[in-house]
């Protein structure tokens, strides 16, 4: 299978834990992009990479989330602290340069 | 900023019928549509895009959009609807510097 690919699918934690996500682009894309679904809404933008570069930042990645792109390929994006209202899907796309995104299957986080 | 409206949270149409989800944007300059489609607990998958030309766009799965400058429109069209495209539909802008916005989507029920 060639496109992104999220792992875990699913993660349940206990509040206040801390969890990572990761996040493999399709091989060839230099872009690669986090957003958050929340149930009945569409995917907000949290942050993105050009290669390793994190390039742009939403006002909604607080100082509890932080991501990265080590070597321009995987990405991670971690949550520290865990409160319920994170709870939600969270989407890895990747593209090449600004062409279209491509999405992985997501992350599903539910904080108990 | 960019923003994308889908002013309908539902639309149902019987099998065999034409099928309209409406998109309406705003953007400053060129605009940059797509639509994406999300089946339950997936990641959302590429329909079309409309970048510049034919203001006609056809996508996968039998799907087109119309790109209408003047009314700022951007609406999902197929001419016979089947069951298996009920699914969550998204519209999306982005500006030139790849920064896409989503709307809140629309909930397609084809009914047999």
């Known amino acids: 299978d060639t496109g992104v690919s999220q792992d875990p699918r699913h993660k349940i934690t206990k509040r206040g834990q801390n969890v990572t996500f990761r996040c493999d682009p399709i091989?060839?894309?230099?872009?690669l992009y986090w957003y958050r679904q929340t149930l009945g809404q569409g995917p907000e933008f949290l942050t993105y990479?050009?290669?390793?570069?994190?390039?742009?930042k939403s006002r909604l990645l607080s100082d509890r989330f932080s991501a990265e792109r080590p070597k321009g390929s995987f990405s991670t994006l971690e949550i520290q602290r865990t409160e319920q209202g994170d709870s939600a899907m969270y989407l890895c796309a990747s593209s090449s340069h600004s062409d279209t995104q491509y999405f992985g299957p997501g992350t599903r986080l539910t904080v108990l | 900023a960019q923003s994308v409206a889908q002013p309908e949270d539902q639309v149902n149409v019987a099998e065999g019928n034409p099928l309209t989800v409406k998109c309406t944007y705003s953007v400053s300059g060129n605009p940059y549509l797509f639509w994406y489609v999300q089946y339950p607990n997936r990641g959302l998958q590429f329909l079309l895009k409309?970048?510049?030309?034919?203001?006609l766009v056809k996508g996968s799965y039998g799907f087109e959009a119309e790109f209408n400058k003047s009314q700022t429109s951007f609406h999902l069209k197929k001419p016979s609807a089947l069951v298996s495209d009920s699914a969550l539909y998204f519209c999306?802008?982005?500006?030139?510097?790849?920064?896409?916005?989503f709307g809140a989507g629309t909930r397609l029920t084809v009914k047999p």
């Open positions: 990479f050009q290669n390793e570069a994190q390039l742009e």
């Open positions: 409309y970048i510049t030309g034919d203001n």
């Open positions: 999306a802008v982005r500006d030139r510097a790849g920064d896409m916005r």
């Open positions: 091989s060839e894309h230099n872009r």
